[in-house]
């Protein structure tokens, strides 16, 4: 997912955007990345990313091709 695709209301945690669809991801077992501005993510956000990171559902990365790598990558752990 490119970073600027992701509207402001995503980047607000206190709409439940972001927890639902990163919910939705981990129900339906689908593995996503986001290549995300740094710039774009402060506060609670970039807590909620640091968070998700260390997760096997959803990660944000700086470039298409780290991303690119994670999603590959075959890891079975939950």
């Avoid at 260390?54 to 991303?67: K, L, P, Q, T």
Wanted: a positive charge; aromatic letters at 12%; proline letters at 0%.
């Amino acid at each position: 997912i490119h970073g600027e695709r992701l509207s402001d209301e995503f980047l607000r945690l206190r709409t439940g955007i972001a927890g639902i669809a990163l919910q939705k991801f981990a129900t339906y077992r689908i593995k996503a990345a986001a290549i995300i501005d740094e710039k774009r993510t402060k506060g609670k956000f970039k807590e909620f990313l640091n968070e998700s990171n260390r997760g096997h559902v959803f990660r944000s990365f700086n470039n298409f091709d780290e991303a690119e790598n994670w999603l590959l990558t075959n890891n079975n752990e939950k």
